[in-house]
């Protein structure tokens, strides 16, 4: 149990972070964004919510026997599978990575809207991919080469949802940990500079903050297309775009048809333009 000093100034941003401190994730395993959308085992369910976002986000199915999560992503696209399907071992045991958050289901449906020459000849890296989703669902088109990349208890998730999908051709998984200094190398080798870089639902744990941000930092340039996709879930999070602006600007993604419904649910959809450094004079 947290025992909080009642003698200590409190306000709401302390508060929460002294109960992150005892359970960092309360803010993921506890959202009311379960309810309808996953459940707690991460398998999609029958819901008995009546919010809009269901209606934005892919159609799932879950096989009894395998528990196997299958999303479907319907698209216009000649030579691209109709429905574009990506199938999904979840997990909750390693921790919230392993599930389908809808802030991913959200960005992948956007990418798959965009079509293949969005994607096309580019390199394309995934930063806390959890189970690969979003990766995943670009790979799909041709010509592609994507890195999914996370912590070491969930690189087997996604080998595993790499090789189910029969991706292995244009999908590479790789452990990144985020790291606070860039004088430290931490980037593995084989993982080119990205052309684009997928973030979707990395803004929940207060001391990732600035390790996410310095990571996003040391692999982009001002030409990097950066898609990052947020749930805004506590006023702590402005922390960590008070940390972001002094690297980046950002505009809200405008052309996803789908943004005022998920708007309404807290989901945000923006693109990240990394600030050019000032040039140093010898």
Known sequence: ??????????????????????????????????????????????????????????QQSHSIEDGLLKLSFAHEWADVPKPLSISLVVDASPGCGGLAWPAGQILASYLVQKGPDYVKNKSILELGSGTGLVGLAVSVFPETNVWITDQAPLLDIMKRNVL???????????????????????????????????????????????????????????????????????????????????????????????RQIYNREAITLIRLFKIDAPKVLH
């Open 1 to 58: 149990m947290l025992v909080l000093d009642p003698d200590a100034p409190c306000d709401g941003i302390t508060l929460e972070e002294l109960l992150d401190g005892k359970e960092p994730l309360r803010h993921l395993m506890h959202d009311a964004e379960l309810d309808g959308v996953i459940a707690s085992e991460g398998l999609a369910r029958a819901s008995k919510s009546k919010s809009e976002l269901l209606t934005v986000l892919p």
């Open 164 to 258: 189910l999908n029969n991706l292995k051709a244009t999908v590479t998984v790789a452990e990144l940990n985020w790291s606070v200094s860039s004088l430290l190398p931490y980037v593995p080798e084989d993982i080119p500079r990205p052309d684009i870089i997928l973030a979707a639902d990395c803004v929940y744990f207060e001391p990732a903050f600035p390790l996410l941000v310095q990571t996003l930092s040391d692999l982009s340039d001002t030409s990097t297309k950066i898609l990052f996709c947020y749930k805004k879930r506590r006023k702590a999070d402005k922390r960590f775009f008070g940390m972001l602006k002094k690297k980046f600007t950002w505009k809200e993604v405008m052309d996803d048809p789908n």
